[in-house]
């Protein structure tokens, strides 16, 4: 089958997947980190057969739906692509990917990624900040049953600082603090110039809402 095509039926695949997904890891954020990959990934000349790939397949099974297991993304990914008769090489690369590109805590280092595996990172953590972040953080919660925000529970900087992966798995936070654990700090961690660029706006955006909704509060 030719490239197009395989992509084509993959999208295809994680559209009836993940149609209607309540969390904000439903189909149109695949659609929109695809797009985000390529237009990055022609800035970068990136292998985009394989970035595109490993966009559209990133969440097909997100570890935090998953009990913390991160090895069942990339399982789903491998067998759909072999699957499709996708070449051994490139199941590795777009696994390889898959695997290394969530946010696991600040206090984590950053996992080991390919140039691909760094445009598709860059176009995930656009798609988290700005006002599409902001939507998505709180439809997270919602779907997780979390308050919008509590200040009794609310070490919005200082101790919630440099989490580990259990800590930052296990906090119970509130999508306030959650921009103080991983949204604002995603600026900062773009590994592409193009996707710190675009980053920028979103990201003064963000800060613009929080100070609103201190002040309101
Ligand atoms: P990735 O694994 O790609 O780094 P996630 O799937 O963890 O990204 O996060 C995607 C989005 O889901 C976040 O940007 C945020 O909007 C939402 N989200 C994830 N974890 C939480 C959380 N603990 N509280 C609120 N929102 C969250
Ligand atoms: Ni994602």
């Known amino acids: 089958m030719k490239q197009a095509a395989l992509i084509t039926q993959t999208a295809d695949y994680v559209r009836a997947q993940l149609t ?7 189909w149109w954020h695949i659609y929109r980190v695809w797009r ?35 090895s069942v ?6 067998e759909w692509l072999s699957g499709l008769g996708v070449e051994a090489a490139s199941i590795e ?22 140039r691909e595996g760094q445009v598709v990172q860059a176009a995930d953590r656009l798609d988290a900040i700005g006002a599409i972040g902001i939507a998505r953080v709180f439809a997270y919660s919602g779907h997780a049953g979390t308050p919008i925000y509590d200040p ?10 440099g989490m580990t992966a259990e800590q930052y798995q296990a906090y119970p936070s509130t999508p306030i603090n959650h921009f103080y654990e991983k949204l604002l700090l995603l600026k900062d961690r773009m590994n592409t110039a193009a996707g710190r660029q675009m980053a920028e706006e979103r990201h003064c955006y963000m800060e613009g809402f929080l100070a609103q909704f201190a002040r309101e509060w």
């Open 20 to 26: 209607g997904e309540g969390s904000g890891h439903d």
């Open 73 to 78: 993304g990339p399982r789903l990914a491998a």
């Open 93 to 114: 690369q777009v696994c390889a990917i898959i695997a290394g590109l969530s946010f696991k805590g600040e206090g984590e280092p950053p996992q080991p990624l390919s």
């Open 36 to 70: 985000h990959t390529i237009t990055i990934g022609r800035v970068e000349g990136v292998d985009l057969f394989v970035a595109q790939l490993a966009a559209l397949l990133h969440d097909i099974a997100d570890w935090k739906f998953h009990s913390g297991d991160d």
């Open 152 to 161: 009794d529970c609310a070490p919005v900087c200082g101790p919630v600082r």
